[in-house]
């Protein structure tokens, strides 16, 4: 898994039926059943957690009219070599030049500009969950970097003062926080170099994990617009004292990278073992029958609708197959709990669960199923976040001098630099990018290149 991390991924994930990456068009996937549950249900905890720091959901259209998407420079220099353009329509060339929408700020700003007059209206809080269309010319990888996006799940907020706009960037941080935590996804969290930042951003804010590779994959952003977008699009409004002020404006992203994030941080070489909170299946009951005893599959029906009714997502496997031909479909499919129910189990009313993380196999009495299956998906999810974050750490090195960096070939490395020109030899030196500042770190020590006092804490990885 750590040599050929790709190549695992692109199996896992086909023999997982999650997604089939062979459609004609490059970088562009397809769903299926299993992967599309998966999906909706990592969307419902990001549409909760947003509801409940009162974002509202909305849908703006696909298309930008040309002379929308140029408005703000910055904006159209980051994205300009990423956008498809829809310039007919039937037989006729359009007069207006459509975008295919890369992300919305363009498409939702003309609109702010139309519902804001006063403070009143302020703030504004929406998200939407989208397709956005990048044609990435870096290698695809399905969900990693696909050219359409189907899971761009994008906030955007307006605020009557810079210091609401900062303070919903730090709400939008934890919101991120709680929602990697809930899938146990591991993270760091920096504060981007300018190269780095979102086109037309003031700075942005990125969530990383690690792959088992050794490279980082952004998962998440969060960007401070400022007012360079309100000032071009004329987002005004009136203030309390009568004057008038541009809105302050944030936004952020996350995309199926999340997705991937949960299938890889967790998995091992058989597939997926997927966080309790959004398995499609939780767990799997597959009775082991011998001859033509009917006590198994009798057992198993009660069981299912007792876990069903008890609120687990529940599957009966009756398929004519062999129980270890199960076991594997199932595990590989990244089910976190099996039930087996043998003649042996019916008689002494007590079942065996298996966990996908660690197999341990667990005797359960039929009487405290409902109650040991629950504390079970709580334990496991626990544990697998745990495992997870150990693992990261494990890799997150601090290093005191750039002398000593040679020796890391993967991971995040840690180290203090001063305000200088110290950076780039530092990526000349290790062949590493600097992620980023690491949020709200305190400098301490020595700059690890040139020995002067610190200024700042700054991460280190190769990355995708
Ligand atoms: N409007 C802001 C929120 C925005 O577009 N930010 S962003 O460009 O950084 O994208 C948000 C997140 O989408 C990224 O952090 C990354 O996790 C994900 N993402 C971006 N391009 C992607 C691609 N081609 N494939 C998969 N995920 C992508
Ligand atoms: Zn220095």
């Known amino acids: 898994m750590e040599d050929s991390f790709g190549e695992w991924f692109s199996r896992v994930i086909r023999e997982a039926e999650i997604m089939d990456p062979r459609y004609p068009v490059k970088g562009l996937c397809v769903w299926l059943p299993y992967g599309m549950k998966l999906r909706n249900l990592v969307i419902s905890i990001i549409r909760r957690l947003l509801e409940e720091r009162g974002h509202h959901e909305v849908l703006f259209p696909l298309l930008i009219p040309e002379d929308a998407f140029n408005r703000e420079a910055e904006h159209i220099r980051g994205f300009e070599n990423e956008v498809y353009w829809v310039t007919r329509g039937g037989g006729e060339e359009l007069d207006v030049k459509l975008v295919l929408r890369p992300t919305s700020e363009t498409s939702m700003y003309p609109m702010f500009a139309l519902w804001v007059r006063s403070h009143a209206d302020l703030p504004i809080k929406v998200f939407q969950v989208v397709s956005v269309f990048r044609h990435e010319t870096k290698m695809t990888k399905p969900m990693i970097r696909v050219r359409e996006v189907t899971t761009f799940k994008e906030a955007h907020t307006a605020h009557s003062t810079r210091e609401e706009a900062e303070a919903q960037v730090r709400e939008a941080v934890e919101i991120y926080r709680k929602f990697f935590d809930e899938l146990g996804i591991p993270y760091v969290i920096t504060k981007r170099p300018e190269w780095d930042t979102f086109a037309g951003a003031e700075y942005s804010i990125a969530f990383d994990t690690l792959l088992p590779d050794g490279k980082t994959l952004q998962i998440g952003t969060v960007h401070n617009l400022g007012q360079n977008f309100s000032k071009v699009f004329g987002i005004e409004f009136q203030k309390p004292d009568g004057g008038h002020d541009h809105v302050y404006q944030t936004c952020y992203g996350i995309s199926e990278r999340v997705i991937a994030a949960a299938i890889v941080v967790h998995g091992d070489e058989l597939g997926p073992c997927l966080p309790p909170k959004v398995a499609p299946i939780q767990v799997v009951i597959v009775p082991i029958v011998f001859k033509d005893e009917r006590e198994p599959t009798e057992l198993s029906h009660a069981l299912l609708q007792e876990l069903e009714r008890g609120g ?65 998906l709580v334990e496991m999810e626990v544990e697998m976040k745990k495992r997870a974050w150990d693992k990261l750490n494990e890799r997150v090195r601090k290093v005191g001098k750039l002398d000593d960096f040679e020796k890391i070939t993967g991971g995040i490395a840690k180290m203090s630099l001063c305000g200088g020109g110290c950076a780039r030899e530092a990526e000349e030196r290790t062949g590493f990018k600097i992620l980023g500042e690491e949020l709200d770190s305190k400098p301490s020590g020595r700059c690890a290149v040139c020995g002067r006092a610190a200024e700042r804490t700054v991460l280190m990885a190769r990355s995708y």
Request: aromatic residues 8%.
């Open 312 to 376: 687990i997502r529940a599957h009966l496997d009756l398929r004519n197959l062999r129980p270890g031909n199960k076991f594997y479909y199932w595990e590989r499919r990244g089910v976190p709990i099996r039930i087996e129910v043998g003649p042996k189990e019916a008689r002494w009313r007590k079942v065996t669960a298996v966990r996908r993380d660690t197999r341990k196999r667990i005797e359960i009495p039929i009487e405290e199923l409902l109650d040991k299956i629950k504390t079970l």
